[in-house]
């Protein structure tokens, strides 16, 4: 599977159909990648995918203005899975800080750790985790799943917020 990360749509459909891929678009707003390009991809780069498969893709919409909360389906409350996915970019493009985790819960900070995991297919034995990212469209479980799957830098991440929590 490409990297589509922070690449144009016009360019990320040239690169999946030229490997016999699709993509299935949602789109929503982002702070930090421009208008038309990628914000997140399921599943990951260097993933082993089949030819026909279809990828899903976030398009940024551009930045959200000031004071206006995206709403699930409309709801009119916030929208905790773009906030998901955009911790898990960041998570997987830089070395977390502490200015990254201030402030978040024991849940939360339990979720954002665990969801590194998820992201490449982990199945959890604590049912609050396993309900909470089978609710997630961008989550499947891998049976092959290991933790090897993660990148020195995930890996890194996880065991920070592991250690911050006071748990590593």
């Given at each position: 599977?490409?990297?589509?990360?922070?690449?144009?749509?016009?360019?990320?459909?040239?690169?999946?159909?030229?490997?016999?891929?699709?993509?299935?678009?949602?789109?929503?707003?982002?702070?930090?990648?421009?208008?038309?390009?990628?914000?997140?991809?399921?599943p990951?780069?260097?993933?082993?995918?089949?030819?026909?498969?279809?990828?899903?893709?976030?398009?940024?919409?551009?930045?959200?203005?000031?004071?206006?909360?995206?709403?699930?389906?409309?709801?009119?409350?916030?929208?905790?899975?773009?906030?998901?996915?955009?911790?898990l970019?960041?998570?997987?493009?830089?070395?977390?800080?502490?200015?990254?985790?201030?402030?978040?819960?024991?849940q939360?900070?339990?979720?954002?750790?665990?969801?590194?995991?998820?992201?490449?297919?982990?199945?959890?034995?604590?049912?609050?985790?396993?309900?909470?990212?089978?609710?997630?469209?961008?989550?499947?479980?891998?049976?092959?799943?290991?933790?090897?799957?993660?990148?020195?830098?995930?890996?890194?991440?996880?065991?920070?917020?592991?250690?911050?929590?006071?748990?590593?």
């Amino acid at each position: 599977m490409p990297d589509l990360y922070n690449i144009s749509e016009s360019q990320a459909q040239d690169v999946t159909e030229a490997k016999g891929l699709s993509l299935d678009i949602t789109r929503s707003a982002n702070n930090e990648i421009q208008a038309g390009y990628v914000i997140s991809q399921s599943p990951e780069a260097g993933a082993n995918i089949s030819a026909g498969s279809s990828i899903q893709v976030e398009i940024s919409t551009g930045s959200n203005p000031e004071g206006v909360n995206e709403g699930n389906n409309g709801g009119g409350e916030p929208d905790a899975r773009n906030a998901l996915l955009k911790f898990l970019d960041i998570a997987h493009n830089r070395n977390l800080t502490g200015a990254d985790l201030a402030g978040k819960s024991p849940q939360e900070l339990d979720i954002m750790r665990n969801a590194i995991y998820a992201r490449h297919g982990r199945s959890f034995r604590r049912n609050d985790l396993q309900n909470y990212f089978n609710n997630q469209s961008w989550y499947h479980i891998d049976p092959n799943y290991r933790d090897s799957k993660l990148s020195a830098l995930e890996t890194r991440n996880a065991g920070f917020i592991l250690r911050y929590q006071g748990k590593g």
